[in-house]
């Protein structure tokens, strides 16, 4: 009951925000000085939480799995899930860009230059998964890191038993204390939504927006498609779940990932929706879920299919399916290398572009609308996450019906 009025309030803050950023469009000046600042204040409350609450659910999370096995088990099937579904979703918005064209037609102005992201180096990135100090880890806010310290101690005191019982439980109130921190900010989630919102309408107002309107269409169609498709079929599938519930559940991390373009920034809004509407457990959701918001990003992939497309068409060239395949793997690597904060996917774009020889300079027509195409990708790779969150729980029969207790404390 509760969280459903939450999810209304946030929705209502998201229309309320592009309203009044349309109305505002000549004066930005307005929503830019007296409306952001309290958007500002919305996000900072959210990144207050992440690195402790994602520190101490998952050492509770992994202690509580019992064992190492059923850890690399849970770990081998998330993995998995994020490449597949990383790779359908450049193919859909390769699709997309083939049949759309949004490039045709158009000129990149004269004189842009934009500079190549490097390909990152693949052992050291590995390597650099463990902390060689955790407390930089945690100062840093090093998601990966925290990720593999916390699944360390998490192994550690299964392994202790007894004795290492008062040190999971200090995690354990902690992690309640930090999920019940998360309950009380959401409820001034749809004026933050509403204030995030406003400023970046009034800035991209429909002039930016009308010259590149095929490139915006093709990336929230396919956002569109791959939800409708891929991630309500994965769901009634494995999890017999009604993807109309499993949209409804996720929409309060979805509209706060709209609103902060930024999956790391959403996290403790997604770990709270996909436990208390989609009754997923503590221990998968709190390894699936920050796992996903640092490495998979199916939204940023199928943004990327579709810019390469475009930049193509700029330049009148025609892309090989040799060319198109080799942008299906460095779209889905570079997504994974893709931080969840806003406007990562853009500096990964270039990778992709350097990958098949297209002109970096194409992508500076993008540049422009990137804000407004980065709200669809990220609403996507949030709830590709919780889509995992929900798949790998059912098959691991760690799916409840959501608690009314819990339900009330969404409000
Ligand atoms: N903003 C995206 C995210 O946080 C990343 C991107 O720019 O594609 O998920």
């Given at each position: 009951m509760q969280s459903t009025k939450l999810t209304t309030r946030i929705l209502i803050g998201l229309i309320a925000g592009i309203v009044v950023g349309l109305l505002l469009g000549s004066n930005p000046g307005i929503a830019n000085n007296y409306i952001k600042p309290f958007g500002t204040l919305f996000l900072r409350m959210i990144r207050m939480i992440i690195v402790p609450l994602v520190l101490a659910s998952l050492v509770v999370g992994a202690a509580s799995m019992g064992d190492v096995k059923k850890l690399g088990r849970i770990g081998g099937k998330t993995i998995a899930y994020y490449l597949i579904t990383t790779a359908i979703a450049v193919i859909i918005g390769l699709i997309l860009g083939n049949l759309i064209d949004p490039g045709v037609g158009l000129s990149i102005p004269p004189g842009t230059t934009v500079e190549a992201a490097k390909a990152p180096n693949v052992v050291d990135t590995l390597l650099n998964?463990?902390?060689?100090n955790p407390l930089n880890a945690l100062v840093a806010g090093n998601m990966l890191q925290i990720i593999a310290f916390a699944l360390f101690l998490g192994v550690g005191v299964t392994l202790v038993g007894d004795k290492g019982k008062p040190f999971l439980s200090f995690f354990d109130s902690m992690a309640e204390v930090m999920y019940k921190i998360t309950a009380v900010v959401m409820s001034y989630a749809p004026i933050g939504v509403f204030a995030l919102i406003t400023p970046v309408v009034a800035v991209n107002g429909p002039s930016v927006l009308l010259p590149l309107a095929k490139v915006i269409i093709a990336v929230y169609l396919g956002c569109f498609l791959h939800a409708a498709l891929v991630y309500s079929s994965l769901v009634k599938a494995f999890a017999k779940m009604n993807p109309l519930t499993f949209f409804k559940g996720a929409l309060p991390a979805t509209t706060v990932a709209f609103s902060t373009c930024s999956s790391a920034g959403t996290l403790p809004v997604t770990i709270k929706s996909t436990r208390d509407n989609l009754g997923v457990s503590e221990s998968i959701s709190s390894f699936v879920l920050p796992l996903g918001a640092t490495v998979n990003m199916d939204g940023t992939a199928l943004y990327q299919g579709v810019c390469a497309l475009f930049v193509a068409q700029l330049y009148g060239l025609e892309l090989t399916l040799a060319q198109q395949l080799t942008i299906v793997l460095t779209a889905t690597l570079a997504s994974i290398g893709t931080a969840g904060v806003p406007g990562a996917g853009f500096i990964m774009l270039t990778m992709v572009l350097t990958s098949v020889g297209l002109p970096l300079e194409g992508s500076a027509l993008i540049a422009g609308i990137d804000r407004v195409l980065d709200m669809a990708r990220t609403s996507i790779n949030v709830t590709g996450d919780i889509s995992a969150a929900v798949v790998i729980a059912a098959t691991e029969k760690e799916l409840n019906v959501p608690r009314e207790t819990d339900r009330a404390v969404t409000a």
């Open positions: 998964i463990i902390p060689d």
